[in-house]
């Protein structure tokens, strides 16, 4: 079974942590990097070898989400990594702006722990099964 390379940006811990608490409760192999911001994200991606999936929070400080796709999006070398939204924001403006961009799939952050596993246990399933991601 291939370990899926995951970038999670979030700015909130709490967050991450639960994200890593599912990846690791997964039967999916997961190596996951961690950035709190899209500058830093960006960082990360220079840095480091490619991550083959990213979870991408919108409401972060210094650079937001739809202002890290865009730059992520307009790179020749990035531009192909699968990116999944987690977000709180339920906004109309936002899903189809991200959709614009060229995203792979919006999850609004349940509220209950369950619903969030289950979500990011289906993504893992799907992401670790494709083809692209290889």
């Known amino acids: 079974m291939k370990k899926l390379n995951i970038l999670f940006i979030d700015d909130d811990e709490v ?26 994200a960006l960082e990360k991606l220079k840095s480091s070898s490619l991550s ?17 796709l865009e730059i992520l999006k307009s790179d020749e070398r990035l531009k192909y990594i699968p990116i999944i939204i987690l977000s709180s924001s339920d906004n109309m403006q936002d899903l189809k702006r991200c959709y614009e961009l060229g995203i792979a799939g919006y999850i609004l952050k349940p509220i209950r722990y369950e619903d969030y596993s289950k979500n990011i246990s289906t993504m893992l399933d799907y992401w670790t099964s494709s083809e692209l991601v290889s």
């Open 15 to 40: 967050e991450r942590m639960k994200f890593s608490r599912v990846c690791k409760q997964s039967e999916h192999p997961t190596e996951v990097t961690e950035a709190t911001n899209g500058e830093d």
């Open 52 to 68: 083959q999936l990213i979870f991408l929070d919108l409401n972060m400080p210094k650079m937001n989400g739809i202002e890290f």
